[in-house]
Nanobody, 124 residues
Framework: QVQLVESGGGLVQAGDSLRLSCAAS????????MGWFRQAPGKEREFVSA????????RYADSVKGRFTISRDNTKNAVYLQMNSLKPEDTAVYYC?????????????????WGQGTQVTVSS
């Protein structure tokens, strides 16, 4: 089993910034693609961002383009999400995900492994 643990969530005001972190452990994949999803109260989970195993390719949901930046540190099996200019509509539980398949992560958006989630709340 691959284990994913998120951290860095919290309560901030609109316009503020947060950086989420995710550490992978256990039976990690040789070429792990990683990404972030989120779920707001009463809404379905949605794709936020993804990064390839080497870090060379990234993807972003239209709603966060220009505001969020995904990065990774393979020496630590970690992925990060820098969130700037936060809006109240960004309020959600954010989940770290991983899968050996880029297609499953960014096309079908059905990664095989999920973290427990970290709460991000943005007040107006």
């Amino acid at each position: 089993q691959v284990q994913l643990v998120e951290s860095g969530g919290g309560l901030v005001q609109a316009g503020d910034s947060l950086r989420l972190s995710c550490a992978a452990s256990g039976r990690t994949f040789s070429k792990p693609m990683m990404g972030w999803f989120r779920q707001a109260p009463g809404k379905e989970r949605e794709f936020v961002s993804a990064i390839s195993s080497s870090g060379g390719n990234t993807r972003y949901a239209d709603s966060v383009k220009g505001r969020f930046t995904i990065s990774r540190d393979n020496t630590k099996n970690a992925v990060y999400l820098q969130m700037n200019s936060l809006k109240p509509e960004d309020t959600a539980v954010y989940y770290c995900t991983t899968d050996p398949s880029w297609v499953r992560l960014v096309e079908t958006k059905t990664p095989g492994y999920w973290g427990q989630g970290t709460q991000v709340t943005v007040s107006s």
